[in-house]
């Protein structure tokens, strides 16, 4: 999954993107890695999707 797809995710609902990362369990060292790399590992766009799954139910 594309890193672009956090920051989507943090503009359509107004979380912040650090906020949404530590919610799926990823530290911030992590979500800057991924930033420079520009891609979450599966398991993280797994989690990730998880996560937006539950928001749109919110939101």
Given at each position: ?59
């Amino acid at each position: 999954m594309p890193f672009s797809f956090l920051e989507q995710v943090s503009r359509m609902t107004g979380v912040e993107m650090r906020v949404l990362s530590e919610a799926v369990g990823m530290s911030r060292s992590t979500l800057a890695r991924r930033a420079k790399a520009g891609r979450f590992t599966c398991a993280e766009s797994d989690r990730l999707y998880s996560l937006t799954t539950v928001l749109n139910a919110i939101f």
